[in-house]
């Protein structure tokens, strides 16, 4: 079992940048897949990125890729999500999640763990 607990939210303006950070608790971090998704006012919870527990497997969604960066810190129990030329788009509460498995998926309801979200909101 593993609680996370999401930071680094806040405004920004089209074309900055923000750095999200996950703290990761619990035993054996590294055997899970941390992932990031994202869900707008209205909208169904989004998949952005994420990572298996070794990186040796990234997923990134296709309306993020070649901005986003996921990254890991195992050592320190960290996840990291760096987001660049943000857009209006990107708006949206940010929620930390985690999966038991090897295995990286993109699909919501495979993630058993989440956190509480952080917010971001991106002006035009």
């Known amino acids: 079992q593993v609680h996370l607990v999401e930071s680094g939210g806040g405004l920004a303006q089209t074309g900055e940048s923000l750095r999200l950070s996950c703290v990761v608790s619990?035993?054996?971090?590294?055997?899970?897949?941390i992932g990031w998704f994202r869900q707008a006012p209205g909208s169904e919870r989004e998949f952005v990125a994420a990572?298996?527990?070794?990186?040796?497997?990234?997923f990134y969604g296709d309306s993020v890729k070649g901005r986003f960066t996921i990254s890991r810190d195992n050592a320190q129990n960290r996840v990291f999500l760096q987001m660049n030329n943000l857009k209006p788009e990107d708006t949206g509460v940010y929620y930390c999640?985690?999966?038991?498995?090897?295995?990286?998926?993109?699909?919501?309801?495979?993630?058993?763990?989440w956190g509480q979200g952080t917010q971001v909101t991106v002006s035009a």
């Open positions: 619990g035993r054996a971090v590294e055997k899970y897949v």
């Open positions: 999640a985690a999966r038991q498995s090897r295995t990286v998926t993109l699909t919501t309801d495979l993630y058993g763990y």
């Open positions: 990572r298996s527990g070794n990186g040796d497997s990234t």
